[in-house]
């Protein structure tokens, strides 16, 4: 049984940073696309970024643009999205998703594409 699992969330200032983490145990897919979205209260689920393994392409949300940055977790199946400069809108449980194999670049922002997903892990922006 696939299962993700995030971590590293936490409450942190306005302007300062916060790195969650993604690892994928119950499967071995040697190629793969991985994605984090985020839900804050009262709002729906939005993209924030994702990669594709076959290539290492990435893509972000233009809301995050510059300011995080998603990485391939080099030892086993997962990712890291490393979060700098953060706002109060930032404020949202992150949420990273599996899809095995290689998504198209632009269907990477969809949500319902990818079967497997985590719990989620909340991250505060706020002083």
């Known amino acids: 049984q696939v299962q993700l699992a995030e971590s590293g969330g936490g409450l942190v200032q306005p302007g300062g940073s916060l790195s969650v983490s993604c690892t994928v145990s119950?499967?071995?897919?040697?190629?793969?696309?991985m994605a984090w979205f985020r839900q804050a209260p009262g709002k729906e689920r939005e993209f924030v970024s994702a990669?594709?393994?076959?290539?290492?392409?990435?893509k972000y949300a233009d809301s995050v643009k510059g300011r995080f940055t998603i990485s391939r977790d080099s030892a086993r199946m997962g990712s890291h999205l490393q979060m700098n400069s953060l706002k109060p809108d930032d404020t949202a449980v992150y949420s990273c998703?599996?899809?095995?194999?290689?998504?198209?670049?632009?269907?990477?922002?969809?949500?319902?594409?990818?079967?497997?997903w985590g719990q989620g892990t909340q991250v505060t922006v706020s002083s």
């Open positions: 998703a599996l899809y095995r194999g290689r998504l198209a670049y632009g269907s990477l922002i969809y949500s319902n594409l990818y079967p497997y």
């Open positions: 119950g499967a071995t897919f040697t190629d793969y696309s």
């Open positions: 990669i594709r393994t076959s290539d290492r392409s990435v």
